[in-house]
């Protein structure tokens, strides 16, 4: 459903996870942001799922969603390509924070985390710049390979 969701243009699926996602405690934040994909990727795919799931679960939280607050600024080989020791170094430095976040506790909401690499560089990133603490949201985890 994951893969419907992001590759098969298949928005409906998002409704579920929201409502899945919506079940689970409240975080106990201050702002929700989604996942960033680079320009080139976004222009490509037409819609960001995260952005997707964000909406409508800040909402749910009576949270705000900042959709524009992070910036995926290198063009990153798609993570699903690469072993997974590679995959930190094929994330470190792509993101930049372009709103202010200091002082905030911040909920990163994406679709999958396969080894946390992504999740970690931006929780980094945000974290570089002030937020006072960062929780991720997913959808799905993949298993470890073995």
């Known amino acids: 459903m994951v893969q419907a969701l ?5 928005l409906a699926a998002s409704r579920l996870f929201v409502d899945l996602m919506a079940a689970l405690p409240v975080p106990e934040a201050d702002l929700v942001l989604p996942m960033p994909l680079h320009p080139s990727r976004l222009r490509a795919r037409g819609f960001n799922q995260a952005a997707e799931l964000a909406r409508p679960l800040a909402r749910r939280w009576g949270l ?3 959709l524009d607050g992070i910036a995926r600024d290198v063009d990153t080989r798609p993570q699903v ?7 930190a170094a094929n994330v470190r430095g792509a993101f930049r ?13 994406d679709d999958v985390m396969t080894t946390g690499a992504t999740l970690a560089e931006l929780a980094r990133t945000l ?20």
């Open 6 to 10: 992001k590759y098969g243009h298949r």
């Open 64 to 66: 705000p969603v900042r």
């Open 81 to 87: 390509d690469l072993p997974w020791k590679a995959r």
């Open 97 to 109: 924070v372009t709103g202010r976040v200091d002082g905030l506790r911040v909920v990163v909401v």
């Open 127 to 146: 974290k570089a710049v002030g937020a006072a603490s960062v929780e991720n949201r997913i959808v799905a985890r993949t298993p470890a390979p073995g």
